[in-house]
């Protein structure tokens, strides 16, 4: 299995940016696909996850209405559209996968993780 997260960068808060993660090496309908994130000198935490069989998702407090996870199934590609950025969401964002028929927050029982992309938001 393969996971490759892009679209990182540099933007104002208030500002907007896409994240994607490409998956590779196996069918993902039994996955769920979730984004964590690692700002310095912290925990990695759970930010969002996305059941692929059926689209269900769930989401940090931190990012309730302000992120949301999609997959496109045609592509094998998870999308982390995240608006309203704040100074305090800058981290390394990782995707991660897992065969299991719920969402985890737990990072350490994700079996997959794609590179990490830079996620800075300036003030």
């Known amino acids: 299995v393969q996971l490759q997260a892009c679209g990182g960068g540099l933007v104002q808060a208030g500002g907007s940016l896409r994240l994607s993660c490409a998956a590779s090496?196996?069918?993902?309908?039994?996955?769920?696909m979730a984004w964590f994130r690692q700002a310095p000198g912290k925990e990695r935490e759970f930010v969002a996850g996305?059941?692929?069989?059926?689209?269900?998702?769930m989401y940090a407090d931190s990012v309730k209405g302000r992120f949301t996870t999609s997959q496109d199934s045609t592509k094998n590609t998870v999308f982390l559209q995240m608006n309203a950025l704040k100074p305090e969401d800058t981290a390394v964002y990782y995707c991660?996968?897992?065969?299991?028929?719920?969402?985890?927050?737990?990072?350490?029982?994700?079996?997959?993780w794609g590179q990490g992309t830079l996620v800075t938001v300036s003030s």
């Open positions: 090496g196996r069918t993902f309908r039994t996955y769920v």
């Open positions: 996305v059941k692929w069989m059926n689209g269900f998702t």
């Open positions: 991660a996968a897992k065969e299991t028929p719920l969402v985890i927050t737990t990072s350490k029982l994700y079996d997959f």
